[in-house]
């Protein structure tokens, strides 16, 4: 009796949180692109004239030259450009929005900001780097490790977990309790 207390009210705890957060999230009138939710997101800040400049490099910091970069807008709309010698690459007369940076392999949401109102250390100048899901500072042990680890990392992620979790260390303890209150009493 008391388990089933506890796990009805460690799911309406993990329910609450979920709703909560869900609530606290601005809202936004703007289109996102289908992707972008799978995406990394960064905020950049345009130069004079509506400009986003940035530069597509391999994983050790080399440019690759000659490289389309396509930049989609938050209404479908692809605009092409192909990176330089140096791997620079350039839009003019953007406006703040939202806009999804795609290379042949790869893609990273932009929240762009007019100049002069993006967030502190905002940069100006866009990095794409080109390989397998590298972020900066992400490492992951080698072999099938990493797979376990991505496994585990997803697992803790789902609500249902959270409940479990939350469920057992609220559940045995008083369980103990309850079972050493027979013993005492008996």
């Not at 192909?82 to 703040?96: D, H, K």
């Not at 929005?97 to 929240?111: D, F, I, K, P, V």
């Not at 794409?128 to 992620?157: C, E, K």
Request: charged content about 15%; aromatic content about 4%.
């Amino acid at each position: 009796m008391i388990f089933r207390i506890v796990l009805s009210v460690a799911l309406l705890v993990a329910q609450g949180v979920r709703f909560a957060s869900a609530e606290d999230a601005p809202a936004s009138t703007a289109k996102v692109p289908e992707t972008s939710l799978l995406v990394p997101m960064i905020d950049v800040e345009l130069s004079d004239g509506g400009t986003m400049t940035g530069t597509l490099t391999t994983r050790r910091g080399e440019p690759i030259g000659t490289m389309d970069v396509a930049l989609r807008t938050s209404d479908g709309i692809v605009v092409p450009a192909t990176t330089n010698a140096n791997g620079e690459f350039a839009y003019r007369g953007l406006v703040g929005g939202l806009y999804q940076l795609e290379t042949e392999n790869s893609a990273t949401m932009c929240r762009v900001w007019a100049k002069g109102t993006a967030p502190p250390n905002s940069p100006v100048n866009v990095l794409l780097v080109r390989g397998d899901d590298v972020a900066a500072g992400q490492w992951s042990p080698p072999g099938y490790s990493g797979n376990v680890v991505r496994g585990f990392t997803r697992a803790m992620a789902n609500p249902i977990t959270a409940t479990l979790i939350v469920g057992a260390a609220v559940g045995i303890p008083v369980a103990i309790h309850n079972a050493n209150k027979d013993d005492n009493g008996s």
